[in-house]
């Protein structure tokens, strides 16, 4: 296990080389600068003096691959340097934004899961029946529905006609005047629209997920068998089915990890959420390379130790996962 576990993290650390090492040298042949952007502004001094200046603060004045090791060796020792925009440091730009993106991914993983589970055990129980085919109609449909669509939709009817819910923002304009309560009603009330966007695509997906597992093995000579000593079709589906199907469904949630702080570049576009998806499209347009840079670690990084922690727990209710990587 020792010698899998290294072997993981070893691959691991060279994909997260090559990643930082393709998308810095990405953004980095994009058109624009920094120095191109602040050159727009009529005040600022164009002088070749101060062009050199610039270049040296934004590190253009080194080939993108040098700069790239200078990057990188300043990250090992956790300095991702300072937004160029914000003029503050990358970390506490992303410690900023990361709240905002938690208080939508999290209430939409917990949803999607609370929801998904009856659905697809529901749908497995059944199966062929109108009302599961109805079911299964409803989810393919709201599978298929991009989520930038249904915003568009449920901010014109139910933020604009009937003024139920906020149109955009994370907060009222009185929320400082607000006691604790109020502003805890204030966040749930304007996230209200956003985690109903993030949350109906995955919920049709994971029903459908679990459904098909289910379908799968309830196929099996073992299901067989517990209907034939009389077992109740519930004890049948939840203790003998379902717990079968958990392995693929834990691994999914370990998957998920990247998910809740990537944000959605789109939703969060949309209603004018300061999460981190947005702050990523906002830097890409305007050329603020660190920030971009330490955002994408974040994203590679997670997505990797999703990855890992896959691979480890595949190998450790499967002995045979350690007999084939070898």
Request: hydrophobic letters at 50%; charged letters at 15%.
């Amino acid at each position: 296990m020792f010698t899998y576990l290294v072997r993981r993290i070893a691959i691991g650390g060279l994909t997260l080389i090559l990643i930082t090492f393709l998308i810095f040298g990405l953004i980095r042949n994009m058109p624009g600068t920094p120095l191109t952007l602040d050159l727009l502004d009529p005040d600022v001094d164009v002088s070749p003096e101060r062009i050199a200046q610039l270049e040296a603060a934004y590190g253009l004045d080194k080939p993108w691959p040098l700069a790239y090791v200078h990057w990188l060796g300043n990250a090992a020792t956790g300095d991702l340097g300072k937004s160029f925009k914000q003029k503050i440091p990358v970390a506490q730009v992303i410690l900023d934004r990361l709240g905002p993106t938690l208080l939508l991914s999290i209430p939409s993983l917990i949803l999607t899961y609370i929801f998904s589970i009856p659905l697809g055990l529901l749908s497995s129980a059944r199966a062929g029946k109108l009302d599961e085919r109805i079911q299964s109609t409803i989810l393919y449909m709201l599978y298929s529905l991009p989520s930038f669509v249904a915003a568009l939709f449920l901010q014109l009817y139910l933020a604009v006609r009937w003024e139920w819910f906020p149109l955009y923002g994370m907060t009222s304009n009185n929320y400082d005047e607000m006691s604790s309560l109020e502003q805890t009603w204030d966040l749930m009330w304007h996230a209200t629209l956003p985690v109903i966007c993030y949350t109906y695509g995955s919920l049709a997906y994971y029903s459908r997920f679990i459904r098909a597992n289910l379908q799968e093995v309830l196929r099996q000579d073992f299901i067989r068998t517990a209907r034939a000593k009389g077992l109740s079709p519930f004890n049948v589906m939840w203790h003998h089915a379902f717990r079968n199907t958990l392995i693929p469904l834990v691994t999914m949630i370990g998957l998920t990890l990247p998910a809740l702080v990537s944000g959605s570049v789109i939703i969060e576009g949309v209603f004018s959420w300061p999460g981190m998806g947005r702050e990523l499209l906002q830097s890409i347009s305007e050329r603020d390379y660190p920030t971009v840079m330490g955002i994408t670690l974040v994203y590679s990084v997670l997505t990797l130790v999703s990855q890992l922690l896959a691979d480890i727990f595949y190998a450790v209710v499967d002995p045979r996962v350690r007999i084939d990587s070898k």
